[in-house]
């Protein structure tokens, strides 16, 4: 069964930098894809990046593009998201999320089968 963590959120101000983590355990991610994905009050949830644990190939969604870099350790089963130039619309609950690496355009794959428990982001000054 796999398990997914997150780290590294909190309060930032404008303008400011943070690096969420999301730490797997319990399954093989050869072929998985990782998402990352957020949820604001009042908004749709939302699909910003994701990264093909097997080839490297990542997607980042317009609302985060040339503002995150999305990167993996194979080795510690770990997913980051670098976000650069944090913005108050950028406040919202990250979840990370594991599925099958099926290289669907966007967001990695077509089912993202499992979830961490998300990680709280608020740009505020």
């Known amino acids: 069964h796999l398990q997914l963590v997150e780290s590294g959120g909190g309060l930032v101000q404008p303008g400011g930098t943070l690096r969420l983590s999301c730490a797997a355990s319990?399954?093989?991610?050869?072929?998985?894809?990782i998402g990352w994905f957020r949820q604001a009050p009042g908004k749709k949830h939302e699909g910003v990046s994701c990264?093909?644990?097997?080839?490297?190939?990542?997607y980042y969604a317009d609302s985060l593009k040339g503002r995150a870099t999305i990167s993996r350790d194979n080795v510690k089963h770990t997913v980051f998201l670098q976000m650069n130039s944090l913005k108050p619309e950028d406040t919202a609950v990250y979840y990370c999320?594991?599925?099958?690496?099926?290289?669907?355009?966007?967001?990695?794959?077509?089912?993202?089968?499992?979830w961490g428990q998300g990680a709280q982001v608020t740009v505020s000054s």
């Open positions: 990264i093909s644990m097997g080839n490297g190939n990542t």
């Open positions: 999320a594991a599925g099958i690496d099926d290289d669907r355009q966007g967001m990695c794959s077509t089912s993202y089968d499992y």
């Open positions: 319990g399954l093989n991610l050869d072929y998985m894809a």
